[in-house]
T-cell receptor
């Protein structure tokens, strides 16, 4: 059963605007959450992470928000740039090494 | 510093044949992982090595899949005999010691079973 879900398979946003990607999870044991970015024919690359003891983590244009009560996290990209066009995966782990991934959201940034 | 490398980048085989995928992790990384993505779906965990030992192989689909990590360096994933449903992209990743250390992924091997 899929424990991490990204219900929006795609997102189109204008350059300079905010991109908001959403992720829901079902396993209450998850305590560490990550976002990975993937370009075609490449492997996923780490973007940003957040521990369950926090509700927000920021790194430059990228901010991840965690709502534990709703079992929901989101990634905000501000401002969006053409190079941000990629597939974004939400992932989580439960105090171990195994990452559970969502199916990904394809972001297209329009000029 | 060289990243995680995988070979081959693509493999096309007939059902019933054998294929071996190879992964070279980042030097110094004790942890090595195999993941698989099938037909645009989620990336699924297959197994985790710590050095040469299998730490967690709970994601291995069945006994047609055999993973090894000789001497705690590179790893191979053998599929024998391959079935149609084994098609997908196989990713290898590696990391340092803690479970919160970043997992660095290789470019993947795209396996097509006809």
């Amino acid at each position: 059963d899929q424990q991490v879900k990204q219900n929006s398979p795609s997102l189109s946003v204008q350059e300079g605007r905010i991109s908001i990607l959403n992720c829901d999870y079902t396993n209450s044991m998850f305590d560490y959450f990550l976002w990975y970015k993937k370009y075609p024919a490449e492997g996923p690359t780490f973007l940003i992470s957040i521990s369950s003891i926090k509700d927000k983590n920021e790194d430059g244009r990228f901010t991840v928000f965690l709502n534990k009560s709703a079992k929901h996290l989101s990634l905000h990209i501000v401002p969006s740039q053409p190079g941000d066009s990629a597939v974004y995966f939400c992932a989580a782990s439960a105090n171990d090494y195994k990452l559970s991934f969502g199916a990904g959201t394809t972001v297209t940034v329009r000029a | 510093e060289a990243g995680v490398t995988q070979f081959p980048s693509h493999s096309v085989i007939e059902k019933g044949q054998t294929v071996t995928l190879r992964c070279d992790p980042i030097s110094g990384h004790d942890n090595l992982y195999w993941y698989r993505r099938v037909m645009g779906k989620e990336i699924k965990f297959l197994l985790h090595f710590v050095k040469e030992s299998k730490q967690d192989e709970s994601g291995m689909p069945n006994n047609r899949f055999l993973a090894e990590r000789t001497g705690g360096t590179y790893s191979t994933l053998k599929v024998q005999p391959a079935e149609l449903e084994d098609s997908g992209v196989y990713f290898c990743a590696s990391s340092y010691g803690r479970h919160t250390d970043t997992q660095y992924f290789g470019p993947g091997t795209r396996l097509t079973v006809l």
